[in-house]
């Protein structure tokens, strides 16, 4: 089946820092990928929209210039935290959709960002 | 506006017991709807979705799911629970180009 990874699993930085999280579709091309940012005890919240190629597209109240996002390859999305706050600690998820007719969402792991 | 929401936050069960877990939604286009669960420690995994069609749903594992129209709701059910069905459950829609999730109902299944 269709695979998700995420590196790192986990990461702690220092207030002010930024942090770079890469996900990768390791045995499919993944046209779309999307970042989810998941609070504890709380659902999935839809980060952004990229697309290979292309500018992500966020939603609203998510600052691009703060959560920078790539998507340079067919396997390859990065979300990069910059100027990391404690209130930017939280859960991230990517998940990865192949083009055409495809539907179905992959999601990785999630990475665990702490913020000190 | 679009949504999805999810009435049961934690759910308790003995094994061998029926579940249902209700899942709303608002959208007045065509809808896709998904179940996910996510276990303990791993990632989401799809349990079952509706695009058309049928609008009684078999997934995984033994869950099935029915997409009332006129009620716009997306119930998840199994008849018989098990211990390993402890996880945490999501409900997603409605539509595939940017998916909203439920708030997750946790479900516990006591031996």
């Known amino acids: 089946g269709a695979v998700v990874s995420q590196h790192p699993s986990w990461v702690i930085c220092k207030s002010g820092t930024s942090v770079k999280i890469e996900c990768r579709s390791l045995?499919?091309?993944?046209?779309?990928m999307f970042w989810y940012r998941q609070f504890p005890k709380q659902s999935l919240m839809l980060m952004a929209t990229?697309?290979?190629?292309?500018?992500?597209?966020?939603e609203q109240g998510v600052e691009k210039d703060k959560f920078l996002i790539n998507h340079a390859s067919l396997t390859l999305s990065t979300l990069t935290v910059t100027s990391a706050h404690p209130e930017d600690s939280s859960f991230y998820i990517c998940?990865?959709?192949?083009?055409?007719?495809?539907?179905?969402?992959?999601f990785g792991p999630g990475t665990r960002l702490t913020v000190t | 506006a679009q949504s999805v929401s999810q009435h049961n936050h934690h759910v308790i069960l003995s094994e061998a017991a029926s579940l249902e877990l209700g899942c709303n939604y608002s959208y007045g286009g065509t809808v896709n709807l998904f179940w996910y669960v996510q276990y303990p420690g791993q990632h989401l995994q799809l349990l079952l979705k509706?695009?058309?069609?049928?609008?009684l749903v078999k997934g995984i594992k033994g869950f099935e799911a029915e997409f009332i129209k006129s009620k716009f709701s997306f119930n998840l059910r199994k008849p018989s629970v098990q211990w390993s069905d402890t996880a945490e459950y999501f409900c997603a829609g409605p539509n595939t180009d940017k998916l909203i999730f439920g708030t997750g109902t946790r479900l516990q299944v006591f031996p």
């Open positions: 998940s990865a959709r192949e083009g055409g007719n495809s539907y179905e969402q992959y």
């Open positions: 990229s697309n290979e190629g292309s500018k992500a597209t966020y």
């Open positions: 045995d499919f091309q993944a046209t779309t």
């Open positions: 509706y695009f058309s069609g049928d609008p």
